[in-house]
């Protein structure tokens, strides 16, 4: 390791010279990824979520997001990625055996919408926690529309080794219990991803194109795009358009000032935008002829409302508020929120990126983490815009810190700096697998035309298709593979299991008796 002696952090260094460098491998690695179930005439599907799947409110692995007709195929934790997208292959795999005729989308912005009232909200069932999922719902189309709703995305979760962090500890000689330590560690890889994360929309953006429809309930957003064609409107240089302003945003969030620089100040700041009304929700109102419309007036209704990049999360118990479990048990893993689905692969998500993510979370957690200002704030969302809507522009400039600096000269910085980490997780590995994603993501560097948004507009101009034909295309092509390779008889069974056991929790849940809603809401928020 001695040549990678100038690319070194000082607790990098610190951990091989203690000979614990093997305490960075085995870090629990978890995917997340949504698609929209397509029927045969190109359109959103209006089906109900398929029986055969089992239970959207109690599934483990297979519910939905905002409609539903937005499947969510959630995996385990797993220490190695290789078995985190075998066994999301084989979820999909089941998943296509209960479709009909509909395939998934595998596009992250919707094709086959009509306007909002194209997307059907997500249905869970009478009891009090799943009448909450979908008010909440509701709540999301009455503030921002369930267009934006329908987009589309993965979510991959870390977690760093434990007894990394305990080492990381002990060799730092913290005053801090391990706990408070570990929330610190975190959120110190929180806020350096936040000021590195435009490199994931420039490396992995697939979002260059959007169809007209998207713009059906929003039609003055049109403009700032130019046209590809008479479906399709884009720029020439995006990357992720998910990630832009017209994406999974809220200007209404904009001014919101969530605390990154400790646990009990992103809490804190978060379950105040929870309690705070905002007078555009109060006209809104809340039940209105008897009907709840959102489950408050407040600038967030719950913490899932707010649209971040990255988030840090601890598992909740039943019917506990995701801050208080944060607040009660410390951070468990982080959440990666601004992957794009990668419209080439069957599953959305290849092994090459994967290894790339967590040698990238690795390096943000070894690196020194300053805290962050409203300054640095404006400074990374301005980046993350820039490259979400020109990230393939010759010359791109970003701000590191208060200088300009080119997009491909700060990629290759944070890059090369990957190197030792990659060397490290490779663990003896005579392919060289974390090294050899690097060095893909280096060309890709070199030659933005090799990304994928690039290579989805190059395809369009190639075959003349609008964006919605390519993706539909796609994604059919992606369905003859699923129906070429199904899923044995073992996993079959034992996915069977999973969907019935689903069915009779939730059958459980709402034999049992109710308390009325509005006590039910009353005692949740009421939390402490």
Not at 335 to 346: G, K, V
Request: glycine residues 6%.
């Amino acid at each position: 390791m001695t040549h990678f002696n100038n690319q070194l952090t000082p607790r990098l260094e610190q951990i091989l010279a203690n000979g614990h460098q093997h305490l960075l491998c085995g870090g629990f690695k978890g995917i997340e990824k949504e698609s929209l179930r397509i029927a045969k005439d190109g359109l959103i599907a209006q089906t109900p979520h398929p029986a055969a799947l089992g239970s959207a409110l109690t599934h483990p692995t297979i519910t939905t997001d905002y409609s539903e007709a937005l499947i969510e195929l959630i995996t385990p934790p797993f220490a190695d990625v290789k078995d985190t997208l075998a066994y999301l292959h084989q979820v999909h795999q089941f998943v296509y055996e209960h479709l009909d005729d509909e395939i998934l989308l595998d596009a992250s912005m919707p094709c086959g919408i009509d306007g909002d009232d194209s997307i059907p909200i997500a249905e869970y069932g009478s009891s009090n926690i799943g009448r909450m999922k979908h008010v909440y719902r509701h709540g999301l189309w009455h503030r921002y529309g369930r267009t934006m709703q329908s987009i589309a995305g993965i979510h991959f979760n870390y977690s760093a080794p434990e007894n990394l962090l305990m080492a990381l500890h002990e060799q730092e000689r913290s005053p801090l219990s391990l706990e408070h330590y570990t929330n610190d560690a975190y959120f110190g890889l929180i806020r350096n991803f936040q000021r590195i994360g435009w490199l994931i929309l420039y490396l992995f953006g697939a979002s260059p194109a959007i169809c007209k429809n998207f713009f059906k309930s929003r039609p003055a957003l049109m403009a700032q795009f130019e046209e590809f064609d008479n479906g399709t409107l884009y720029h020439p240089y995006a990357t992720s358009l998910r990630m832009s302003d017209i994406g999974y945003k809220s200007k209404n969030q904009a001014n919101l000032r969530i605390d990154y620089n400790s646990l009990s100040g992103y809490v804190d700041s978060l379950s105040a935008a929870i309690a705070t009304p905002y007078p555009e929700y109060e006209h809104i109102g809340v039940v209105v002829n008897g009907e709840y419309r959102q489950l408050n007036s407040n600038i967030l209704q719950i913490e899932n409302e707010f649209y971040s990049t990255i988030r840090p999360k601890q598992i909740i118990n039943s019917g506990e508020k995701p801050t208080l479990a944060l607040k009660r048990r410390g951070v468990r893993y982080i959440e990666i929120r601004s992957l794009d689905l990668d419209l080439f692969n069957p599953i959305g998500i290849d092994i090459a990126k994967a290894r790339f993510i967590e040698a990238l979370l690795l390096s943000c957690l070894l690196k020194d983490s300053p805290k962050m200002s409203d300054l640095d704030h404006q400074v990374n969302n301005a980046n993350q815009l820039a490259v979400a809507n020109f990230g393939r522009k010759p010359g791109l400039e970003l701000n590191k810190g208060e200088l300009a600096i080119g997009l491909q000269d700060w990629a290759t910085e944070i890059l090369d700096a990957m190197q030792p980490i990659c060397a490290i997780l490779d663990n003896g590995d005579e392919g060289q697998p974390y090294s050899a994603s690097l060095a893909s993501q280096q060309l890709l560097v070199k030659n933005p035309d090799l990304t994928a948004s690039a290579r989805i507009l190059d395809g369009m101009t190639q075959t003349g298709y609008p964006f919605s034909r390519f993706a539909l295309n796609k994604s059919a092509e992606h369905a003859r593979y699923f129906s070429l390779n199904k899923l044995d008889k073992t996993h079959t069974q034992q996915f069977n299991e999973m969907a019935k056991q689903s069915l009779d929790k939730q059958r459980e849940l709402e034999s049992k008796k109710q308390i009325p809603f509005d006590e039910f809401l009353t005692q949740y928020f009421a939390q402490q």
